[in-house]
């Protein structure tokens, strides 16, 4: 009986470990070529905006992730004030680093922008299985689309026409360094045919308090920084790629404002010295060092220099 | 759409993999960089496979249809393989039912009388009538079992057997008579690997032992690279010979067909699918037949692995002229196992599963797990080896010194005299052979129990004698210490054990290739 349950035991183990249980299960690196390819389906998440599910949201986001996410990171939210100055909806077009990326955004949003907006969400990643996009689209209002090149599923569009704003990480994907990656052009290509203002978000510290791979914030309540930008129009004589190029400069220049100060940046507009955003080009761990360093000091800043 | 086999390098993603061993199986974490030989994905089994047998009968390889050959008053035998084919045993329909019911059809619309059916089982064992009447079906059964016209062929009944001639190269060629003295000779066959089929089916099995010897002894084997490869095989060059003389002398119909790769009903089908895309559902099953095993008895065991049936599905159906019909044959066979591998590895690790062709409803006996491993599993290949020569071989299977005295008794008496003295393939077969092939007793028990002829674990252990020429070491995993010691071998707990063991010969850090095997596969090895 002993050498049953210590066996199921040892058995159980090794599947939880060899299958990673809890975790995204992962290819042989000789075996991805062969992996099927899935069919794309679009994950129906009308459901996920009436009324039952933006109720059990409200609770999940208010009651649950705002206080835990809190729980774990010192958020410190910047430009909010823009918002004033637009009306709904706008594409909120932000940097992508960490899973953290989302949360901290939406849980700065004010509440009747929260409530009326929703995250595009990578349809191979997090509607894989039905489980985690039910998960996603009940607690963060996500829509998948696709980003390997399949045809962009209309749910963006049709959110826009009925008044909801949007989150869009124009990369794609987390960074694999901290540092911001190519921007494609999805977002420039919806605020153009939909005639909708962008508005440049940025996060810092986010990869620092939860990289890629990182299944939980690091201890210690890292800071996390995230700045709204003034919102951008495309102009009528501009194509979707000239308007996605600008969308780059101003995410650029508000991560410049947020390490900096904004006269700082408005000089560096100036002068056309604005740091680029993907980062110096020297060796990768130069590059990952260089994010894995918190935006600012993790004590809680002092109104009274301590007596020397 | 199927996808073809590869061979994956163990990486720190890759989740332990499924070892058979025996009846059961466990779950191995190979050393970093080991290869693993995956077979092509089963392909898709036909849907129609009346239609494809009627056309197959009706526009014949180099031959005239079927109906053509049949007339009133002819002598009509329909040969087939015996119950040592499929492994698993086919869930019924079995094709090879559904292939003699369509000839004895056409044979009755000819007005064709004299008509008897032969299991084509050599020196097998006979096959029970409830065997019988599973691969030809009820009809069958029933119309020929109760006359008398559906019979177990016997080598060893000098009245029912025909010396035909000699091979160029002087071979006997004697086979059973009722066969070689009909008008024609319809052999149905089911081509499981690249080993079966063509001239091997009819010159082979319903040949005497004065005809087997000249291609079933330890020199042919030893000089077969490998028998899965029929044109390095001598094996088959021999049996080439013969069946060409018996083509000579007699019309002969073949008519051969393939299986897909399809050899686990559910809920076991999770050994067929590839480690790391087990579903949670898959994983539960894996851990609930663990421990379901760990603690059934013995016998429920053996009862479980031998009832399951493999619901194959069939993909291809040839008849005609025997060369032209078996290379369609083989290219289908490859179409489903071939997989490309590059070089050879320091040592190979094979699986050895509950099952070979000759313990269907019985025991697979030290003889014959060793027969599977360094026999069948070992010549798996085209081109060279898996291993290199001196390399290691490294098995997985019990190895209980446990014999079935219905089905094996010379495998008892050979375990304990003739490998007590000599396990050198050659040494024995001088020595010993004979008596055991002329011993009255196993000739009695051969022709009138089930048991098979005395000189077959002869022949399962020559299968082995290329493997144990090529290779330096072989060790296996779990087994029974005593009953491997007494086949020249040694047995270690653990791979890292065999590993540790075989570092002699290869070196502490060595390749390894493990053939994920079954479902079956032919490796094409490109040294």
């Known amino acids: ?308 | 759409m199927s996808r073809p086999g590869f061979v994956l390098e163990v990486d720190d993603r890759t989740p332990p993999l499924v070892v058979h061993e025996g009846e059961g199986f466990r779950l191995e974490q190979f050393p970093l960089g080991t290869r693993v030989i995956y077979a092509p994905e089963s392909l898709p089994g036909i849907d129609d496979v009346e239609a494809v047998i009627t056309k197959a009968l009706l526009e014949p390889e180099d031959s005239e249809p079927l109906p053509a050959l049949l007339q009133p008053g002819m002598r009509l035998t329909i040969a087939f393989d015996d119950i040592s084919l499929p492994l698993p045993p086919m869930r019924g329909p079995d094709v090879r039912q559904r292939i003699i019911e369509q000839v004895l059809t056409y044979a009755a619309d000819a007005g064709v009388d004299d008509v008897e059916l032969i299991s084509a089982n050599a020196l097998h064992r006979r096959l029970t009538a409830a065997e019988l009447k599973a691969i030809v079906g009820e009809r069958v059964f029933r119309s020929f079992f109760p006359q008398g016209k559906l019979t177990n062929h016997d080598a060893e009944d000098r009245a029912n057997l025909l010396h035909v001639g000699l091979t160029e190269d002087g071979e006997d060629v004697e086979i059973n008579r009722r066969a070689a003295e009909s008008d024609l000779l319809v052999y149905v066959n089911i081509n499981l690997v690249a080993m079966d089929g063509g001239h091997k089916s009819v010159p082979i099995g319903l040949a005497s032992y004065k005809s087997l010897r000249h291609h079933h002894n330890s020199k042919t084997m030893l000089r077969s690279h490998s028998f899965m490869d029929h044109e390095k095989s001598h094996l088959h060059h021999s049996a080439k010979r013969m069946g060409r003389m018996l083509a000579d002398h007699l019309r002969i119909f073949t008519i051969e067909t393939t299986l897909n790769n399809d050899v686990f009903p559910a809920p076991y089908d999770f050994l067929l699918k590839r480690e790391w895309e087990w579903s949670l559902r898959d994983q539960a099953t894996v851990l609930g037949a663990r421990r379901a095993l760990s603690v059934a008895p013995g016998k429920l065991r053996h009862k479980v692995f031998q009832g399951l049936r493999a619901p194959y599905g069939v993909t291809g159906v040839h008849a005609g002229e025997t060369e032209a019909v078996h290379a369609k044959t083989l290219a289908n066979v490859h179409r489903q196992q071939r997989v490309d591998v590059e070089g050879q590895s320091d040592v190979l690790v094979l699986g050895v599963p509950y099952l070979g062709p000759y313990n269907v409803n019985s025991v697979m006996n030290p003889i014959l797990a060793t027969c599977m491993g360094l026999g069948y599993f070992f010549n798996s290949y085209r081109g060279s080896p898996v291993v290199r020569r001196g390399g290691a071989v490294i098995l997985y299977h019990p190895v209980e010194p446990v014999f079935s005295q219905l089905h094996h008794p010379s495998y008892v008496d050979f375990f304990e005299e003739v490998l007590a003295e000599s396990t050198d393939p050659a040494v024995i077969e001088a020595k010993y052979e004979e008596a055991y092939a002329t011993d009255p007793w196993y000739v009695h028990l051969y022709r009138t129990s089930h048991a098979y002829h005395g000189v077959h674990p002869f022949y399962m252990w020559y299968w082995a004698a290329h493997a144990m020429d090529h290779v330096g070491d072989v060790v296996w995993v779990g087994a029974d210490r005593s009953a491997v010691q007494r086949m020249g071998f040694r047995a270690a707990s653990t791979l890292a054990d065999a590993l540790e063991m075989v570092s002699g010969t290869v070196g502490r850090s060595p390749s390894i290739s493990y053939l994920h095997n079954p479902p079956h596969l032919l490796a094409d090895v490109h040294a």
């Not at chain 1, 039905?130 to 090149?149: Q, Y």
């Not at chain 1, 990289?211 to 700045?227: A, D, E, I, L, M």
């Not at chain 1, 508000?254 to 993907?278: F, G, H, K, Q, V």
């Open chain 1, 1 to 308: 009986m002993n050498n049953l349950v210590r066996g199921g035991v040892d058995d159980v183990r090794l599947v939880a470990r060899g299958w990673r249980w809890g975790r995204r299960p992962l290819v042989p690196r000789s075996a991805e070529p062969y992996v099927p390819v899935k069919e794309q389906t679009v994950f129906p998440t009308a459901w996920s905006r009436r009324p039952a599910a933006r109720a059990v949201r409200e609770v999940v986001q208010t009651a649950g992730l705002a206080p835990l996410f809190r729980s774990q990171v010192r958020p410190h939210v910047e430009g909010l004030d823009v918002l004033d100055r637009v009306e709904p909806p706008v594409l909120f077009v932000a940097n992508h680093a960490s899973h953290l990326d989302t949360p901290l955004l939406l849980c700065s949003l004010p509440t009747p922008w929260r409530r009326t907006t929703a995250v595009a969400a990578a349809a191979d990643y997090f509607f894989d299985t039905w489980w985690r996009a039910v998960g996603s689209a009940l607690a963060f209002n996500t829509f998948p689309i696709e980003r390997r090149g399949g045809a962009l599923s209309a749910t963006p569009g049709d959110l826009l026409r009925e008044g909801w704003s949007l989150v869009v990480f124009p990369e794609g994907t987390r960074s694999s360094d901290g540092w911001v990656g190519t921007f494609r052009g999805g977002a420039a290509r919806l605020a153009t045919e939909y005639g909708v203002p962008v508005v440049p978000v940025v996060h810092r510290g986010t990869f620092a308090a939860m990289p890629r791979g990182q299944g939980w914030p690091s201890p210690g309540r890292k800071p996390v920084t995230v700045r709204f930008g003034e919102p951008l129009r495309a102009r009528d004589d501009e194509t979707a790629s000239e308007f996605g190029v600008r969308i780059r400069a101003a995410v650029a220049t508000l991560l410049d404002e947020d390490a900096t100060t904004w006269w700082e940046a408005r000089c560096r507009i100036a002068n056309e010295t604005t740091p680029d955003p993907a980062g110096p080009r020297v060796a990768q761990w130069r590059r990952v060092w260089a994010q894995s360093q918190s935006p600012m000091s993790t004590t809680r800043p002092r109104a009274w220099h301590p007596l020397r």
